[in-house]
Nanobody
Framework: QVELVESGGGSVQAGGSLRLSCTAS????????LGWFRQLPGKEREGISCTVWADGTAHYADSIKGRFTIYKDNAKRTLYLQMNSLKPEDTAIYYC????????????????WGQGTQVTISS
């Protein structure tokens, strides 16, 4: 079955950086779009970045554009999210997601989700 396992969350001060990782198994990656959603405290889940694994096409939500970078390592079957210039409002649970269809246009919920990793940014 499809499994997405995130790592790399933690606590940092505002202005700092973190890198999230997501190792995928049980799916043919070139057939999928993978990405990241997050859930801020008391809010709905929101899509923030995604990439077409086959060609690297990437998309970002306005809230994180210019600060976060999504990239992948084909050999390791791992998706990354480099997060720089972190702000307290980035505090959230971050989820790795995957779907056969592109979901970056309207950020509808993808089919597959990881368990989530907590990111906490202090001021």
């Amino acid at each position: 079955q499809v499994e997405l396992v995130e790592s790399g969350g933690g606590s940092v001060q505002a202005g700092g950086s973190l890198r999230l990782s997501c190792t995928a198994s049980g799916l043919r990656l070139n057939d999928y779009t993978l990405g990241w959603f997050r859930q801020l405290p008391g809010k709905e889940r929101e899509g923030i970045s995604c990439t077409v694994w086959a060609d690297g096409t990437a998309h970002y939500a306005d809230s994180i554009k210019g600060r976060f970078t999504i990239y992948k390592d084909n050999a390791k079957r791992t998706l990354y999210l480099q997060m720089n210039s972190l702000k307290p409002e980035d505090t959230a649970i971050y989820y790795c997601v995957a779907d056969r269809s592109w979901f970056g246009s309207a950020w509808w919920p993808p089919k597959y989700w990881g368990q989530g990793t907590q990111v906490t940014i202090s001021s």
